[in-house]
């Protein structure tokens, strides 16, 4: 399915109240297309994002204020929908590999959690070797704020350290991990 403006919508009188607000929304659908095109990478994916898109607008239509910049909040509600979408893709199962599952039991406590296990199985071998290197105060911190996603002050918090030492840690750790991968790929 290929979305593209109507001409006959330019052409139609303004209509009251629904009608125009339709007409006019209507009238973004390429630019949203190929802002949804930009963000998915996948035309299915696009097409779906756009309906969406015009789906909760047309819902809300009652909630915009007339006089105000409609581009910016049809953009405001695709790139939210966007979000929405990445978040729930994010939350799907993953698959798991059983052997892993049944070594995570088996060890003990001063061993990886199966957590740690899944996440690290899932790593590139380069990657992971650079984190293994690194030293584990900046090991710590990266790994919380990119993987974990964690704030700043929820990992100083956790550290027990200041906000600041947490920032240098973080930004000495991936300085660390970019030298090491950097190294890693002028060898191989």
Known sequence: MVFRRRSWAADQPAADGADS????????????????????????????LVQDTYLKAFRSSSQFKRGTNLKAWLFTILH???LNMR???GRNPVDVDSDVVERAADMTASQHTPE???TRATLNADLQAALDQIPEAFRQAVWLRDVEEFSYAEIADMLEVPIGTVMSRISRGRRMLYERLAKTRMVG
């Open 21 to 48: 607000f339709a007409q006019e929304a209507l009238s973004y659908v390429d630019s949203l297309y190929g802002t949804a095109m930009r963000l998915t990478r996948r035309v299915t994916d696009a097409e779906d």
């Open 80 to 82: 939210n929908t966007f």
């Open 87 to 89: 978040r729930h893709d």
């Open 116 to 118: 740690q296990l899944l």
